[in-house]
């Protein structure tokens, strides 16, 4: 099985944005196209009456003049670069038009996206075997396609601007120069219109086979996915063994924090809670360690050993337990905690010097 037979799988957001990165973007030629032809009709339609107007006064201006005219110190042609400055002056701006219409849809098909290296020149562009390879694996085999498809599509349109523009041509004989112009007018914009058109439909198509093609090439096995998700995410069995080693080290503040606790509460063998009260500070004692079972044992044994007092009172134990490390004890168990740590302190110092928890 190829390599592009085992690619079933559609293209990550990742994927698609190194591609883009990269310069493999999704450019329709023919969208470039449909633009520049509707920023030229458009163009043009908008100069026409002020080209025309302009370009008959200064052929009238030259006829009438045509007598007087010095030849010799070049009048004639003085005449003549007026009138076609004339033409220039209106044609820049329809240029212009143009121009800023297909920078415009690039831009709209690129996302404003100027990869530098796309510009540099390849060898296997103009390379013979390149090319031939490029034909022998179907590359160009749809832009074939495309292009005759594009032919046929202009040549109906053509034809039936034709058919259409002959009745109109023979009631053209003899008019007056506006009534003449009206109907060239009409005319040119009915085909401007119709091939306007069909180069919408070839564009919306081109747009479709581009981007579909754009996929394909980017499309990933199951394997690249694991990949890439490794990569982004970090191996599933890394990431396990770093999670083991920061609850290991939790676990390890944790036991460390029973040696400072001021007492530990108990059910007294499955759960076992250390509380820290520091007065004078405001706060209310925390919880800096709480474990069951195993871990409910080591705990007092840690406790033991640095002679923590550890008292069993079952239900405040089992509701410490379930509150999140380093939290404070909520107001409804103060007063139990109160008493709890009022008998431990009795226990460590005279009576004298205990005192109440606030």
Known sequence: MSDSDDKTEAPSAHRLQKAREDGQIVMSR?????VALLGGFAGIFMILPHLVTDFVHSMKALMANAGTVPMAQGGLLSS????????LSLAVPMAATVAAFCLGAGFLQTGFLIHPESLLPKFERVSPLAGFKRIAGGGTLPDTFKALAKFVIFAAVLWH??????????????????????MMTDLGFSAAAAMIGAQ????????????????????????????EYRN??????????????RAKAAKQRMMAAVKTATVVVTNPTHYAVALVYEKGTGGAPRIVAKGMDDVAARIREIAQ?????VVANLPLARALFTLPLESEIPAEH???????????????RPAGLSAPLR
């Open 30 to 34: 023919e969208a470039m196209s449909f």
């Open 80 to 87: 003549t670069n007026h009138a076609i400055e004339a033409g």
């Open 161 to 182: 601007i034709t058919r259409n523009a002959i009745p109109t041509a023979s009631r053209m004989v003899g008019l007056e120069p506006g009534p003449l112009l009206k």
């Open 200 to 227: 919408l439909v070839i564009a919306g198509f081109d747009i479709f086979w581009m981007r579909f093609r754009h996929t394909s090439k980017l499309k990933m096995s199951r394997e690249d996915l694991k990949d």
């Open 232 to 245: 982004a995410e970090g191996d599933p069995h890394v990431k396990g063994r770093q999670k083991a080693l």
């Open 305 to 309: 050993d640095n002679r923590v007092p």
């Open 334 to 348: 103060f007063k139990v905690v109160a008493a709890i740590i009022a008998y431990v302190w009795k226990l460590k």
